[in-house]
């Protein structure tokens, strides 16, 4: 810091004001979310008191941290279901697209014949689909994971087919000359290039397993078939519980927001060293 | 004695021919002629350059010459056998794996061959340090300069010991400063190895300064024109570049080149 200072000293106004503009850049991107997040609760808090609202319509910030902290035995166990549905469905959505997106790598009519699949699959909304699973299959757990799969591999998989296909040409020539089987290709150049490609989907494959988890849950539970944290908010909701329903939502929220931050931080530290993405900007 | 040196059409040197290109022709899918009727004898130890303006097909050659493309018609044949582990090529630019470290990015021929890492260090410390790049093994590619990366690049082909380096214009990106010093370091390492060259370039001035044999092509069709031996003994040095002889060939390589631009049947030129 000091000695961007005592650069700014020598540059011309022009360039200290661009210094210095940078450096309020830096210190804005934290304070002003926080800034607006604390004035956002602030204003809810005053919203209930000055239309004095009902605590099971719209409970009062403080109230929902005090259920949160009273509830935290119960609420903490369904977290823990609704993430291992999450991080297995994730995990899943790892190994299934990636493993697909190497094989349409393989061979373009492979592509061509199964990627239309893939695209239904993804468009279909998973609530509709639901039902049917819940025919055909009988354990809980499968029938979840399968659901929040659903949601998440495709991100994935399209991430990741495009990245094995964007080698550089001459890349793939030099591969060529030097006699390169198949896997050495796919395993020192085309892997390695799809990373920040399949890096990128995992981000996405975060959230929407998270999502996945949650809505599969929601379907199921609605059946009293779960005890993740969306059947604790359909079972708040049924008893007019509203600071716990509020309380749950806000659990989802922040594990949602950890599982961003988590993943882009896997994806920062594996391509920080190459990859333009990750790189700082050299003035 | 310049004149009498240079002489156009012949073909220099008694070593032994590697490969000859007879009646060379290759059209692409879209139908346009890229090739035709080239006939070409590269013998061991040449630096070959192969000069022309842009579309006269010295890369569609380079790439026939490395097996990365075939013939539509004519053939090529090298002495002996020859595989593609004989081959050495550097592209136009750099083409390094951005993930990997100079190191992995030299070992990489060798490593696709099956040499362990252990293995192909002597041998890759060895080119390092022939490229001038001792120290940077763990640098990955981001962090070099244009011309460290181009060095990286001439490392790896050659780190196999190839019998033909095939270049593809590898230093038309750069700076003037940093080629004058990657064409002295080129020349050094070629007069060490004697290897066989062929140096795609648009540069009469670099194709003059390089090679033993300057082979000038024109475009539409690509085809070959004419070409001069460039008779200057090695090693040539910053005070050959600045030398009236080197003026002179270049003058002439310039000549030919230029006929070979009017001699290109068509309504328009592109100014290359």
Known sequence: ?283 | MIQEKVAQGTVSGESPMLLSLRNVGKVFSNGVPALSKVDLAIREGDFLSLLGPSGCGKSTALRLIAGLSTPTSGQLDWRGSIDRSNIGFVFQEPTLLPWASVFDNVWLPLRLKGVSRAEAKPAVMEMLSRVHLTGFENAVPRELSGGMKMRVSIARAMVTKPRILLMDEPFAALDEITRFKLNNDLLELWQDERFTVVFVTHSVFESVFLSSRVVVMAARPGRVHGELAIEAPYPRDEAFRTSPDYAALCRQASDVLVNAINSTAGPHHDGH
């Open chain 1, 1 to 283: 810091m000091t000695a961007i200072e005592d650069n700014a000293l020598k540059l011309d106004p022009e360039e200290a004001r661009r210094v210095r503009q940078e450096r309020l850049e830096r210190i804005g991107k934290w304070v002003l979310p926080l800034a607006i997040m604390v004035l956002a609760i602030w204003l809810w808090d005053r919203i209930c008191v000055w239309n004095g609202i009902p605590q099971y319509i719209l409970p009062r910030p403080g109230v929902v941290l005090q259920t949160l902290h009273d509830d935290a035995g119960l609420l903490f166990s369904s977290l823990l279901v609704t993430l291992r549905i999450t991080f297995l469905s994730l995990l899943l959505a790892v190994i299934g697209g990636v493993g697909l997106a190497v094989l349409f790598a393989q061979s373009k009519w492979v592509e061509m014949s199964f990627f239309p699949f893939a695209i239904v699959l993804q468009v279909t909304p998973i609530v509709a689909i639901f039902p049917l699973i819940n025919i055909y299959i009988n354990n809980q757990t499968t029938k979840l994971l399968l659901c929040a799969w659903i949601v998440a591999f495709f991100p994935i998989l399209s991430n990741t087919t495009l990245g094995l296909n964007s080698v550089d040409r001459n890349l793939r020539d030099l591969f060529k000359l030097n006699g390169a089987t198949r896997w050495q290709q796919l395993r020192y150049l085309r892997l390695p290039a799809a990373m920040p490609y399949f890096l990128g989907g995992l981000k996405i494959a975060g959230g929407l397993s998270l999502i996945g988890a949650v809505v599969a849950e929601f379907v199921a539970g609605a059946q009293g078939q779960s005890s993740g944290l969306a059947s604790r908010i359909i079972e708040a909701g049924y008893r007019l519980n509203a600071p716990r329903l509020f309380a749950a939502l806000i659990l989802i929220s922040l594990t949602g927001i950890l599982i961003f931050l988590v993943l882009s931080l896997v994806s920062h530290l594996i391509l920080r060293r190459w990859h333009e993405s990750a790189l700082k900007q050299e003035r």
